[in-house]
Nanobody, 124 residues
């Protein structure tokens, strides 16, 4: 059974940093692109960042470009989302997702497996 477990969320102040982790189990991690999405109350889930299965391609939403970094450590079977210069509008539940042989695309529907999410709250 595939399971994606996010961690690292929390309550921070504007300008602070957080690093989210996603540790899948039940799949061969190095075969999967990893995506990060978020959903704020009353809003649709939106793409944040993604990294291809081989780590060669990264994609970012314009709203987080130059502030967030998506990375992966295949030796640790873990994907990361480093979030710097956080803003109140970054407040949301953050989800990681896995796409076999993917490119870290922004398209919600290509991802096969999803985590349960971790809350990130940024106060002003």
């Amino acid at each position: 059974q595939v399971r994606l477990q996010e961690s690292g969320g929390g309550l921070v102040q504007a300008g602070d940093s957080l690093r989210l982790s996603c540790a899948p189990s039940g799949l061969t991690f190095r075969y999967y692109a990893m995506g990060w999405f978020r959903q704020a109350p009353g809003k649709e889930r939106e793409f944040v960042a993604g990294i291809s299965w081989n780590g060669e391609i990264t994609n970012y939403a314009d709203s987080v470009k130059d502030r967030f970094t998506s990375s992966r450590d295949n030796a640790k079977n873990t994907a990361y989302l480093q979030m710097n210069s956080l803003k109140p509008e970054d407040t949301a539940v953050y989800y990681c997702a896995a796409d076999r042989w993917g490119s870290g695309a922004a398209t919600y529907s290509v991802y096969d497996h999803w985590g349960q999410g971790t809350q990130v709250t940024v106060s002003s």
